[in-house]
């Protein structure tokens, strides 16, 4: 059974006014358990809007959501326990920390779930190594910390509720290439670990591509594509007709492929194209 | 719940009553308040409220918004009415019952009193509705300029009217999106005792003095980058000038008064 799945989900901004605005159009989307999703499109093409759909943020205007079988807004008093298990993880969530310190921070969302004292703190610990904040740190105040590391620390918050789905709304944005490739990469960790489903949300072809087992593409407002990134990106042309673009190193190989050298279609990130080389290297 | 909120909301439009001289439409609407505080018979308060509801249909702004603009006032309206209601003891007894006691006198204070506040409201959301924050704040500095005689720093004030409506909007998205963030997080709004509630308020709080400090910070370095050194010398894109149609506006608002007042004394 897929863990989340909308029918024909459609949300409308600013009914009713001059304003008014179609953020998301007739969705129907089937994520099977434990996938790791990328989900890219342009600035307003209602990425952000879909996603608070799935933990109950916001209520569609026509259509329905299910989360691991159960719909949303049958029960409003259901709500809470379905953000435990679709954690959200917004952009720039650093803008959220608030308490004294580190730890207390961290412990926040499974407070709310009403765990035990040991359970919270073995959460903590947990998902504070997993996404690289050091134990010294947890008696700081969250706002001495460096950008990086306030960002690690607001979505450990998330993690520690331990949801079966995390959803992350450009989690790297604003970061410089080391944190952006740090991040990534813990939160890849994060899902090989527990096997959990992922949702990133990102502009970036090439971080989508280097991490995501399957990809959504959503453009002006609609489902465009949810396929294997090797289907998504051999539809080049229609990407970058949306203003998207397939990773550099597909285009290069692309290229190549056209000029007569047999080297497939498939290649999407460096590591990939890395070995084709050596091995079509090796060969001569 | 936040989207409700309407202070300063601007409805774009293209009609006369958008079109006016902004300096025109603040003078007219104190103009209209006077007019409704003038009369003391219901027949000047109908010419008042005639004014205000035919320049609401000018202004075609739809009266669902209208609506909008005196639903959070309906408590303030219930108690005014009730309290002038049992409290006012002049002319006849209409309803009489232990200490509870209607008069003539009281009955139509309270109608009064609620038309009135009702033509208040309405008069003052026509004018945000229908000018932009920006022209309104124009407006203010130049009618007040005269004041910069007797050292009132009108431009700075104006100046932070301008900032304070810019960011109500920014603000409440902000908010919007720390209590989304939170939410995300099982925080619980909605239920609890009052302390409770106050108590989950921290959470949003907090984030939004954090991030209110830093975007006053920056906004403060930017306007220094573009050198802004206070009103001397500044010029505007936008200019205000009078056209015919201000001179129309203010005769007839100058006509209504004049009959608000002549109904008064004759009938």
């Not at chain 1, 952009?91 to 709310?112: C, H, M, R, S």
């Not at chain 1, 979505?155 to 990534?184: H, T």
């Not at chain 2, 033509?119 to 910069?148: M, V």
Request: hydrophobic content about 45%.
């Amino acid at each position: 059974m897929a863990i989340i799945k909308t029918e024909n989900l459609t949300y409308v901004y600013g009914e009713g006014t001059p304003f008014r605005k179609v953020a998301v159009d007739s969705v129907n989307l089937e994520i099977e358990e434990g996938e790791f999703v990328g989900v890219i499109g342009h600035t307003g093409s209602g990425k952000s809007t879909l996603i608070q759909h799935l933990n109950g943020l916001l209520k569609p205007t026509d259509g329905k959501v299910f989360i691991d079988g159960e719909q949303l807004w049958e029960d409003k008093k259901r709500l809470r326990d379905i953000r435990f298990k679709v954690g959200l993880v917004f952009q720039y969530p650093e803008y959220q920390l608030f308490e004294e310190t580190v730890y207390k921070d961290i412990a926040f969302g499974p407070k709310n779930m009403g765990l035990s004292e040991d359970e919270i703190d073995r959460r903590i610990r947990e998902t504070a190594r997993m996404v690289g904040i050091r134990e010294e740190l947890f008696d700081k105040s969250p706002f001495e910390l460096s950008g990086g590391q306030k960002r690690r620390v607001a979505i450990a918050g998330v993690m520690a509720m331990e949801p079966k789905v995390l959803i992350l709304d450009e989690p790297a944005s604003g970061l410089d290439p080391k944190g952006r490739d740090k991040i990534l990469g813990q939160i890849r960790e994060y899902h090989k670990e527990k096997k959990n489903t992922v949702l990133l949300v990102s502009h970036s072809m090439e971080d989508v591509a280097k991490h995501a087992g399957r990809i959504l593409v959503m453009n002006k407002s609609k489902l465009y594509m949810y396929d294997t990134p090797v289907n998504v990106f051999a539809k080049a042309d229609e990407l970058s007709n949306m203003g998207l673009s397939v990773p550099q190193i597909t285009r290069v190989f692309k290229r190549l492929s056209a000029m007569g050298v047999n080297v497939g279609e498939e290649v999407y990130t460096v590591y990939f194209a890395k070995d084709l080389t050596m091995k079509l290297l090796s060969n001569k | 719940m936040l989207k409700d909120i309407t202070i300063g909301q601007f409805f774009p439009g293209n009609s006369v009553v958008h079109r006016l001289d902004s300096r025109v439409k603040i003078i007219i609407t104190i103009a209209f308040i006077v007019m409704l505080f003038l009369p003391n018979s219901f027949y000047g308060l109908g010419i008042g409220m005639v004014f205000v509801l035919g320049a609401f249909l000018l202004s075609r702004i739809p009266f669902k918004m209208m609506l909008k603009s005196l639903k959070p006032l309906i408590p303030i309206l219930l108690f005014t009415g009730i309290l002038n209601l049992f409290f006012i003891s002049t002319g006849d007894v209409l309803f009489e019952w232990k200490l509870i006691k209607i008069t003539t006198g009281g009955a139509t204070t309270a109608a009064f009193m609620i038309i009135r506040i009702i033509g208040l409201i309405i008069g003052s959301s026509l004018l945000t509705y229908t000018t932009s924050p920006i022209a309104l704040t124009d407006a203010i500095e130049r009618l007040l300029s005269p004041l910069k005689k007797i050292k009132l720093p009108v431009h700075e004030l104006a100046m932070m009217m301008t900032i304070a409506l810019r960011f109500i909007p920014t603000l409440i998205e902000e908010t919007d999106k720390i209590m989304s963030a939170q939410k995300a997080r099982g925080a619980d709004l909605e239920t609890g005792s009052l302390i409770q509630r106050a108590k989950a308020l921290v959470p949003i709080l907090i984030p939004l003095f954090v991030s209110s400090f830093r975007r006053a910070e920056d906004l403060a370095l930017a306007m220094e980058c573009r050198c802004y050194h206070g009103g001397e010398g500044r010029t505007r894109l936008k200019q205000l000038k009078t056209a015919p149609r201000d001179y129309i506006a203010l005769f007839v608002t100058a006509g209504f008064i004049a009959l608000t007042v002549l109904a008064d004394k004759m009938l």
